[in-house]
């Protein structure tokens, strides 16, 4: 399929598509997978929490925010 050099885009045969393309999303920010690390981070700190509760850790806690 022939394109217009001025006012055409590239020949379909070189757009670049699925991994290859330069905006290609893998899904590893995707909104379940931001929901699945939080309650991971929620449950860590609450083992955390008990922990240090009856005295099982000692040290630092974990630095930053809590999650809700």
Request: hydrophobic content about 35%; charged content about 25%.
């Amino acid at each position: 399929m022939p394109v217009c050099r001025y006012h055409g885009a590239r020949s379909p045969e070189t757009v670049k598509r699925g991994k290859a393309h330069p905006q290609f999303k893998s899904g590893d920010y995707s909104i379940a997978a931001k929901a699945a690390y939080r309650g991971a981070s929620a449950r860590l700190l609450e083992l955390e929490a008990i922990g240090f509760a009856y005295s099982f850790m000692v040290g630092s806690r974990t630095r930053g925010r809590r999650q809700k």
